[in-house]
């Protein structure tokens, strides 16, 4: 297994000094000696994965150096515009270097919106025509694999793609949890909401904590979830999975269970539901400031206002809570 300090090492040693990209479970311990250790000119977590390959393209720019980008391979499908049409050699030629959680290897058990994911991790980059490399566990094989990786950034001026299995890092125990001030806990705000809503209601659920709590939320009220659609990948679409289904069925009320993280991955999603207006539409953004599901990296979502950006974007309507007392009276 890779210390943490000691791979961070090894990347100063290639010239990488800048990190930036979307948290990834198979990732958090390397995640959390960034967090912890750069600062936050040096470490940015993205919103999505292909805003990140963007940030490292600035640097670049900036600088002459590479940057790092860390990604779960769910990302690669965000990062592969700005790859394919910013930072190709047929573009103009940023050299990163992309470092990838593989969910989903086959004949790993996995949840199974990983599955497919993992079997086509290598083929995607071969295809995009990025050279990439099983990311060693020991240090030596490691520095031998990033010495290579370093040559093709300078001499090549391309993306080069690490990609790491599961327990390739040693354990970093974060120092600072993000979100523990807070009243009101995630699992609460959900059972409050399922208590309050219609029969005939629909949820969509996020990917993450949200969807598994609402689950069991269900489950532990003995009800049926057959108006409930869990997005248990495709993280940041759950809301305009939501509209859609509001958009056809105008008798319903739907309900969108949005995380902070999600919503600010696409956040263009919500002017397009602030310019259609759908009156039986709601969306519900559980704001706790991290990506829990991952490690709880902190997200930008507790230094911005969602409800005045909601506004902004032509909402009817929206309120920010608090504190459990005012939970039920604005529900």
């Given at each position: 297994m890779l210390p943490c300090a000691e791979f961070h090492s090894l990347l100063q040693g290639i010239g990488i000094e800048f990190f930036t990209g979307v948290p990834d479970s198979l990732l958090k311990n390397f995640c959390a000696y960034l967090e912890e250790n750069l600062d936050a000119t040096a470490h940015i977590i993205a919103a999505n994965e292909g805003n990140a390959v963007a940030l490292a393209t600035g640097h670049y720019l900036a600088t002459g150096r590479p940057g790092l980008v860390y990604m779960q391979n769910s990302g690669q499908g965000n990062a592969t515009n700005p790859l394919v049409s910013l930072a190709d050699p047929e573009v103009y030629g940023v050299p990163m270097l992309l470092l990838v959680g593989w969910r989903g290897e086959p004949g790993v058990k996995d949840e199974p919106q990983h599955v497919k994911q993992g079997k086509i991790t290598h083929a995607l980059f071969d295809t995009l025509g990025i050279p990439h490399c099983l990311l060693p566990d020991t240090i030596e094989a490691a520095q031998e694999a990033l010495a290579e990786a370093g040559r093709v950034l300078r001499e090549e001026a391309r993306p080069y793609a690490l990609i790491a299995k599961a327990g390739v890092f040693t354990s970093y125990q974060r120092q600072r949890a993000v979100g523990?001030?807070?009243?009101?806990?995630?699992?609460?705000?959900?059972?409050?909401?399922?208590?309050?809503?219609?029969?005939?209601?629909?949820?969509?659920?996020?990917?993450?904590?949200?969807?598994?709590?609402?689950?069991?939320?269900?489950?532990?009220?003995?009800?049926?979830?057959?108006?409930?659609?869990?997005?248990?990948?495709?993280?940041?679409?759950?809301?305009?999975?939501?509209?859609?289904?509001?958009?056809?069925?105008?008798?319903?009320?739907?309900?969108?269970?949005?995380?902070?993280?999600?919503?600010?991955?696409?956040?263009?999603?919500?002017?397009?539901?602030?310019?259609?207006?759908?009156?039986?539409?709601?969306?519900?953004?559980?704001?706790?400031?991290?990506?829990?599901?991952?490690?709880?990296?902190?997200?930008?979502?507790?230094?911005?206002?969602?409800?005045?950006?909601?506004?902004?974007?032509?909402?009817?309507?929206?309120?920010?809570?608090?504190?459990?007392?005012?939970?039920?009276?604005?529900?």
């Open positions: 523990e001030t807070l009243e009101i806990r995630r699992e609460a705000a959900i059972a409050a909401l399922c208590a309050k809503l219609g029969e005939d209601a629909v949820i969509v659920s996020t990917t993450g904590k949200i969807s598994r709590e609402l689950y069991e939320i269900r489950e532990g009220q003995d009800r049926n979830h057959s108006r409930d659609f869990l997005t248990v990948g495709s993280m940041g679409h759950a809301s305009q999975i939501a509209l859609g289904i509001a958009c056809a069925k105008t008798d319903r009320s739907v309900y969108c269970f949005d995380g902070d993280g999600a919503a600010i991955m696409h956040m263009g999603g919500m002017a397009l539901i602030g310019s259609l207006k759908p009156r039986n539409f709601k969306h519900v953004i559980l704001n706790n400031g991290a990506h829990d599901s991952v490690g709880g990296q902190p997200t930008a979502g507790l230094a911005i206002d969602l409800s005045a950006i909601a506004k902004a974007c032509g909402y009817a309507a929206a309120f920010s809570v608090e504190h459990e007392q005012e939970l039920s009276a604005t529900i």
